[in-house]
Structures are given as C-alpha cells and as structure tokens.
C-alpha cells in the first residue's frame, strides 16, 4: 500500500519568514496530492492540491510543487503569519488517501 | 448548502461497549469515507463507500469495527466490545465521487466524534 513521509514534525518560523514543509510516496499510481490544514480541535481543511499531471500550483502565500520522478512533493508558504499556525498534513491518493504524520507550524509574531 | 455532519460530537464509554458513530455527508455526494485519529497522530484511513460498490474495508483495524451506508446517504461507524485504545477521534469525509477519470475529487470533511474509552 502507500506510503507517506512527511517532515519536518515541527517547524518554528518569525512571522514574515517562508516555512516549507516536505512528502515523499511510495505508489507511482497516486495522482492526486493534497494539503489540509488542521487547527487544534477543528476538522482538516483543505488548502491547496495538486494533480500528478502538474509540477507546481500556487494560491496566494500558498505554493505546492510536485516530482513525479523522485515521488516527493512540498508544500511553500510565504510571508507566514500567526493565523498560518496550526498542523498541517500532506496526502497521496489513488483510490483511498493515505495521510502523512503531519507538521506542526509555529508562527510567533 | 450544509457540509459533513457527525454526531455525537463526544462520546464516553466504558470498556467493553458498543459504540455507534454517525455521518452525514454533503448532499449529492456519493463517496464516503471514515478515519480515525489518535491524539497527535495522523489520519488513518478505516473504510470507503462510492455508491452501490462493495466498500474498502482495508484500513478497517479489527473484526470489532465495521460500518454500513444506508441509501446511499448516511453511514454508521460501529465499534463492538470497545478497548481503550479504540480511544480517538473518528472523521468523517465525503466527496462528490470518488474518482473521476481516474482523478480523485476534493473530500471535505465532518467535525469528528471524539471517542473516550474508560
């Protein structure tokens, strides 16, 4: 089945600074690769994906790139702000999605 | 329109029980899906429904969990003679299908029902 490694598990940022968060996979077949941020207590929200025949979608301060190739994929989040704090999980799919371990972001003010 | 429900919101039960969970998906959506999640842990994909198909049981952990959907609509999660370490959150997700063209679709998520086992 897949497989999902995602890190760092904790990133420490200034507000203002860039904070990147990085997954790899083990399956060629999952095509679709989607990012979801979760504040604590809440329900994951999606906030950027990606579809394996793109290498790079941007939204705002949001940027996800994609290598097909080396099956890794990271999620780019610019000029951070304390709002931006929370955990955030990366994810590969074919026919189920397979989730990593999460990040959690620190944005100090 | 209404996203995914759940309900209850929290539930405490003792060691040994039952428990049912409920999921009401987005209206129209036919693809289900129920994971679960451990305090500080990921997602862990349990089970999936799209339409009339068998559903994929392959994240299911043990024989004590099983889930139907009824109608194409609602699902149950159902935790027979509950363990401690059944102890979680269970989320819910649906989306409009499940793939499309081989391309998975946007699943959105319900607030979770928080498990506690005594």
């Known amino acids: 089945g897949e497989n999902v490694e995602q890190h760092p598990s904790t990133l420490s940022v200034q507000e203002g600074d860039s904070a990147v968060i990085k997954c790899t996979y083990s399956?060629?077949?999952?095509?679709?690769f989607p990012w979801y941020k979760q504040e604590l207590g809440k329900r994951p929200q999606l906030i950027i994906d990606?579809?394996?025949?793109?290498g790079e979608k941007k939204d705002q301060r949001i940027a996800v790139t994609l290598n097909k190739t080396a099956k890794h994929f990271s999620l780019h989040i610019t000029e951070t702000q304390p709002e931006d704090s929370a955990v955030y999980f990366c994810?590969?799919?074919?026919?189920?999605?397979?989730f990593g371990k999460g990040t959690m972001l620190l944005v100090s003010p | 329109g209404a996203g995914v429900s759940q309900s209850p919101s929290n539930k405490v039960t003792e060691k040994g029980k039952d428990v049912e969970l409920r999921c009401d998906p987005i209206?129209?959506?036919?693809?289900l899906y129920w994971y679960r999640q451990s305090l500080g842990q990921g997602l862990e994909f349990l089970i999936y429904?799209?339409?009339?198909?068998?559903?994929?049981k392959s994240g299911l952990p043990s024989d004590r969990f099983s889930a139907e959907r009824t109608g194409g609509s609602v699902s149950t999660l159902t935790i027979q003679r509950t363990q401690q370490e059944d102890s979680a959150v269970y989320l819910c997700?649906?989306?409009?299908?499940?793939?499309?063209?081989?391309?998975?679709?946007?699943?959105?998520f319900g607030p979770g029902t928080r498990l506690t086992v005594t």
């Open positions: 997700a649906s989306s409009l299908e499940g793939t499309s063209g081989g391309s998975p679709y946007e699943q959105y």
């Open positions: 399956d060629s077949a999952s095509n679709y």
């Open positions: 990606i579809r394996s025949n793109v």
């Open positions: 994810a590969a799919q074919y026919s189920t999605l397979t």
């Open positions: 209206s129209g959506h036919t693809a």
């Open positions: 429904f799209q339409g009339n198909s068998a559903p994929d």
